[in-house]
């Protein structure tokens, strides 16, 4: 049985429910992309983002559950999205687990539910994803963190996996060039976390930034959707959508 083709472009975000990924598949389906919507466990709000997406464009989206922390995953997001839409033009690594690793009781499984969201399912879905996207002439873009390059204090595991999610974007952009481009994105204080946070710190954090706010989610989308559409001679690269506060860590 043959599969059909899409005429649009074509991309795979993982944690695209809420937040930070939502504004991306938004961001993206406005600019004319067929959207595959990976989430875990928000069921409900992957479903309502996707509804709304259909009302604009029918046929549009497909909807697509899965732990990244399960390896067979992995490669079936990859064959799934080209089962329904027979092409692959952009991979977006959106998806990312932040927890205290503090040093003396950090665990095993905690280093592995770090690595696997951060770092591990990133490069073995870009590895899947790579013949598609050589075909299409594609990219990748990696949700990378200025915590993998200065580090946040109680999050070392964290900040390993971000740093290594860095250097894989470079790597893979020489790797798969001159077919593929490969960006990450480095966002500052976007979101704060969904339990509030310490609010002084958040405070202490915008004083150290030079624009004195935090981003918004699409901003980051708007930087995803420059690096895939219109970064025709960037791969390699990090953008950093920070505020300026790296230059006042």
Sequence with gaps: MSIALSPAPVALITGSAK???AAIARTLHAAGYDLALHYRHS?????ALAAALERTRPGSTLLLPADLAEFDR????VAHTIGRFGRLDALVNNASAFTPSPIGSTTPALWDALLASNARAPFFLAQAAAPHLQATRGAIVNLTDIYGERPLRQHTVYCMAKAALLMMTRSLALELGPEVRVNAVSPGAILWPEDGGNAAA???MLARTPLARTGTPEEVAEAVRWLLQDAHYSTGQVLHLDGGRLLNA
């Design 19 to 21: 937040r930070i990924g």
């Design 43 to 47: 069921q409900d709000e992957a479903a």
């Design 74 to 77: 992995l490669p079936e997001l």
């Design 202 to 204: 958040q405070q202490a």
